[in-house]
């Protein structure tokens, strides 16, 4: 037997926005290739073996005619007796062995509303409008309930002019989250409605606390805020408040805000695995950075870290955003916690997929679908996805549970 051996150099990527690590000095690693050469006569001993009308010479001009019978194989084992294309040989069983389902009562709509009566596209989002909060928004509830979605959540876009560098309208009892709340609630009153409980929309600055001069977040100060905007909503009848700005203590804070003020019933969403990410930032003029207290997406035992204590703090639920980069980390969650998890499918992961479909380049509703179920099969129990109503619209035409392809 010979063997040759080459040298392939290693060449390690830059990948920008992380920490970067230096490689310089490292040798290059080498593999050893085996180059078997076999005796003339061992090859014909092999050829022997081989039923001669099944070989095509290279140099044949066309393929000869398959044998009326073709030879037994040569099997050096049983017979197999696990085969498990058997179990999907037919719709029928591919059906009831599917391990994963999808139905809109899995779903949560996220609705952004304004404070006019026209509801405006958004631009980096197809489909997508910024919703007039009386006449447009309650056209589209409408909708989804009318499919199954009976979730939704609230994003407002407040006038600038109400901004502030301590955010105070964020707990306004006459803002337009909490009249959107009553109003919904009193034409809706099983409606199931999210709100989010940040300091960005509110903020001069959006980000997602009070802003020092010297350019530092100030947690226990922002936390303070948070409190009287939670028990705001909550006062109005919303039913899960989503602390989702990534604060440290931001989860006992508000639940012993809202426990307080008799509002033991009120839910608490606690965005415990948000990352930095670059798929979202839907309305932003310029790129915050937001690293010293959202999650560096390099990170999992952090990530895990972060749900725990909001677990021990009174969370409800588990939230991970965003959904399709994260799939890891929701299946490392469902493993670690009896809580429920809940996945956001964000703007960019939307937005890509519409802009893939709109070019023809995928099939657009085969390709959402696939991934909502694929972050149901991560371990999701709901998915927070603009997605809602055209994948529950479907849903509906195959008796609102998902059969994958």
Not at 346 to 353: A, K, P
């Amino acid at each position: 037997m010979t063997s040759s051996m080459f040298r392939s150099p290693c060449k390690i990527p830059s990948v920008k926005g992380f920490e970067q690590k230096s490689y310089v000095g490292l040798k290059a690693a080498s593999y050893n290739v085996r180059v078997n050469s076999f005796k003339s006569s061992e090859v014909a001993s092999q050829l022997q073996k081989i039923d001669s009308t099944l070989i095509w010479p290279v140099n044949a001009p066309e393929a000869p005619p398959l044998p009326s019978k073709l030879a037994e194989p040569v099997i050096d084992q049983p017979l197999l007796s696990r085969r498990a294309r058997r179990n999907r040989k037919c719709p029928t069983q591919r059906d009831a062995f599917q391990e994963t389902n999808i139905s809109p009562a899995n779903l949560i709509y996220p609705l952004f509303i304004h404070e006019g009566e026209v509801d405006i596209p958004i631009s980096t989002m197809p489909g997508r409008y910024m919703l007039g909060w009386r006449h447009g928004l309650i056209e589209e509830v409408a909708r989804a309930r009318d499919v199954g979605v009976n979730s939704i959540k609230l994003y407002p876009k407040v006038p600038e002019a109400k901004k502030s560098p301590t955010g105070e309208e964020a707990f306004n009892d006459n803002g337009l989250i909490p009249r959107t709340v009553r109003l919904l609630k009193d034409r809706f009153p099983d409606l199931v409605i999210y709100t989010d409980v940040n300091f960005d929309e509110y903020s001069t600055t959006g980000h997602g606390g009070i802003v020092r001069e010297d350019g530092v977040i100030l947690n226990d100060e922002t936390i303070h805020q948070l409190r009287k905007q939670a028990v705001s909503q909550a006062r109005a009848g919303a039913d899960v408040v989503c602390t989702s700005e990534m604060l440290d203590g931001r989860v006992g804070a508000v639940r012993a805000a809202l426990d307080a003020e008799g509002f033991q019933h009120v839910s608490i969403m606690s965005y415990s695995v948000k990352y930095t990410s670059s798929l979202y930032g839907r309305f932003r003029k310029v790129e915050l950075d937001k690293k010293t207290y959202q999650i560096n997406p390099a990170n999992s035992r952090e990530a895990l870290l972060e749900a725990r204590e909001d677990e021990a703090e009174g969370a409800d639920i588990l939230m991970v955003k965003p959904a399709l980069p994260s799939l890891d980390i929701i299946r490392l969650l469902k493993d670690q916690t009896l809580l429920p998890i809940g996945a956001c499918q964000v703007s960019g992961e939307y937005s890509m997929i519409k802009a893939a479909g709109l070019l023809k380049m995928i099939d657009e509703e085969k390709v959402m679908m696939e991934s909502l179920i694929c972050i149901r099969r991560a371990g999701a129990d709901l998915i927070l996805t603009y997605f809602a109503l055209q994948a529950a619209t479907k849903l509906c035409g195959e008796s609102k549970r998902f059969i994958a392809n």
